[in-house]
């Protein structure tokens, strides 16, 4: 199917930034594919932060919107999330995830495909 890889987590300090990409691959992958970012902290559910559909669309969740960006770069088959602001509530481990077929991007069940995931901690 399609493997996803995460890269760019770590430890800033609030009102820092990070850039996470999630370099897609595999012989399913293709340029039709919704992907985005779920993020979950020790003791809560898996939330939605950030979507992008095949044709560029982008959705975002309340709390993320205004600070961070998801884009993508159908040349590289990566993915990336653009973190602004960062807040100690931002702190989770933040995973990629991709389906053919997406309708609610929210619900995490939609996706096919999801990466091993990347550690974003923010200090205050």
């Known amino acids: 199917q399609v493997q996803l890889a995460e890269f760019g987590g770590g430890s800033v300090q609030a009102g820092g930034s990070l850039k996470l990409s999630c370099i897609a691959s595999?012989?399913?992958?293709?340029?039709?594919?919704?992907m985005g970012w779920f993020r979950q902290a020790p003791g809560q559910k898996r939330e939605g932060v950030a979507f992008i559909d095949s044709d560029g669309r982008s959705t975002y969740a309340e709390n993320v919107r205004g600070r961070f960006t998801i884009s993508k770069d159908n040349t590289k088959n990566t993915l990336y999330l653009q973190m602004n602001s960062l807040k100690p509530e931002d702190t989770a481990m933040y995973y990629c995830a991709a389906g053919r077929y997406v309708a609610d991007a929210f619900l995490d069940r939609e996706y096919s495909d999801w990466g091993q995931g990347t550690q974003v901690t923010v200090s205050s």
């Open positions: 595999g012989r399913s992958y293709n340029k039709y594919y919704s």
